[in-house]
């Protein structure tokens, strides 16, 4: 079968690999339908999440047909231990199951097409997987359910109500996205679904704002205006009440406007950073450049916050990143609240939304590319190229 494979940082390819095999007696082997490109795979390849092994099968999230039934999969994982016994799957944190991670108990989440610390179980952008803890892991969809909505419910639409529903959103609030691309629309969807009153949505890419903007969002361009500056311009001075980190580690500082001025002021902390994250990159012209400010978004949230507000985390950090203004914080008591996103926990609810018609995801999905065009679609999305917002990939089988 074809799939995408990691050779490297910086050096993706579509390889002819073996078909998986099962392995336990909870092994399911499914046909991939379609999978998706994730802004995660980015920090793979990009070089800020170490620890990727040459020969993995990238990506996450899918929608595929098993036996005679279309299902959807929690992408961080076979979350679910056998049975779904463990105690964190019972408490609705599937992604810090204690079973599914074959380094042990103090490993991680598991991943789909991660690095070794995850496990790790080969991605999805492929033809055929290997779905370990099937009878817990695959969801089975209501026909009203398409494929292609499927695999926005797969991962960044869990990812982002998750990240609103930490955020502690309350009706009427004012609530800052910071991110525009697939994760952070979800993410202003999520919000609206939740009450917020008003929504700040900050990034700079034209696309993604005006995709923000017709969700009913307010927009801040970081390139044109200091984001901090405009929370507090919007919200009387006060800040917003809550705020949700939809970047990462790689995020990029401002380079024109009032504050990149603030921006070079923090350049060596940058360079810091990213020597920290990144120690190993690999550029291919503009592709696979880490973001140059890998702390950013957490100094702008945490500053833009209200006093006593919550700031929300769900952009990836590798466990190497360590810079955070626990000052400022801690002084204006504010509630952090983090994590890599427990989907099976949300995945009856928001099918069931889907399946009502209350939400669309598909108003995100932007481009479909078939897999034989995979490694430009990645170059396209990874350059945030116009209107380039979230890329679905459809296998040739």
């Not at 500053?303 to 466990?319: D, F, M």
Request: net charge neutral.
């Amino acid at each position: 079968m074809k799939a995408v494979v990691f050779h490297g940082i910086g050096d993706i390819r579509l390889d002819k690999v073996h078909d998986p095999k099962l392995k336990d007696p909870t092994d399911a082997i499914v046909r991939l339908t379609a999978n998706a490109i994730c802004g995660t795979d980015l920090h793979m390849i990009r070089g800020t999440f170490p620890g990727m092994e040459p020969g993995t099968i990238l990506g996450h999230e899918s929608a595929r047909t098993s036996a005679t039934s279309t299902s959807a999969t929690a992408s961080s994982s076979p979350p679910p231990s056998p049975a779904a016994r463990a105690r964190n799957c019972r408490a609705g944190y599937s992604s810090q199951c204690d079973e599914a991670n074959p380094n042990g108990k103090d490993a991680g989440t598991a991943f789909f097409g991660g690095p070794k610390p995850s496990g790790p179980f080969q991605g999805l952008q492929a033809e055929y997987a290997r779905v370990p803890f099937a009878h817990a892991d695959l969801v089975e969809l209501p026909p009203e359910v398409s494929d292609d909505q499927a695999i926005l419910i797969s991962d960044i639409f869990p990812s982002a109500y998750f990240g609103a529903n930490i955020a502690n959103i309350q009706p009427g609030e004012t609530v800052a996205v910071f991110g525009c691309g697939p994760v952070g629309q979800f993410a202003i969807a999520s919000a609206h679904l939740l009450g917020a009153g008003r929504i700040l949505a900050i990034d700079t890419v034209a696309s993604r704002l005006a995709m923000a903007r017709a969700q009913g969002a307010e927009v801040i361009d970081f390139n044109e205006e200091d984001p901090v500056e405009a929370t507090r311009r919007l919200t009387n001075k006060i800040g917003v009440d809550r705020a949700i980190d939809a970047v990462g580690v790689d995020a990029v500082a401002p380079h024109q406007g009032p504050a990149a001025k603030v921006a070079k002021l923090e350049a060596k902390q940058h360079e810091q950073e990213v020597q920290e994250v990144a120690p190993k990159t690999n550029p291919d012209g503009v592709n696979w450049i880490p973001g140059d400010a890998p702390s950013q978004v957490l100094s702008w949230a945490v500053q833009g916050l209200a006093k006593a507000g919550t700031l929300s985390i769900i952009g990836v950090y590798p466990e190497t990143a360590r810079f955070f203004p626990i000052g400022i914080a801690m002084n204006k008591n504010l509630t952090l609240r983090m994590g890599n996103c427990p989907h099976r926990k949300y995945l009856p609810k928001l099918v069931g939304m889907v399946r009502s018609g209350l939400i669309d995801p598909l108003k995100i999905l932007t481009q479909r590319e078939p897999l034989t065009d995979v490694i430009a679609a990645y170059k396209a999305f990874d350059t945030r190229q116009p209107g380039w917002i979230k890329v679905e990939l459809q296998p040739a089988s």
